[in-house]
């Protein structure tokens, strides 16, 4: 069931970037998060928050003997992809 979930939110969340890709671009999704504080705001509110994910997917990786490089890098790069893939990925510690 919770395989499930995250396999419908990565589904549902990649059409919902690739949307905004082919309306707006890259420029168009990036763009409004410097053109005002509210923007900013969230930008630096999801800054934070895959910050905090990145340092859970470090450790939690490093305890399951997994190199957790390939899923920093991939956060930084698509944001929100790589936790979600890292999850589906992910298998239980024994």
Do not use: C
Request: no cysteine.
């Amino acid at each position: 069931m919770q395989r499930t979930l995250l396999l419908i939110t990565l589904m549902l969340f990649s059409a919902f970037t690739l949307a905004g890709l082919w309306q707006e671009g890259l420029s168009g999704i990036i763009a409004p998060h410097f053109q005002s504080l509210a923007g900013s705001h969230v930008f630096v509110d999801l800054v934070i928050a895959l910050s905090l994910v990145m340092v859970w997917i470090w450790r939690d990786a490093k305890i399951l003997g997994r190199n957790p490089w390939p899923w920093i890098v991939a956060t930084l790069a698509v944001g929100s992809f790589g936790p979600l893939v890292y999850l589906l990925t992910r298998k239980p510690a024994a």
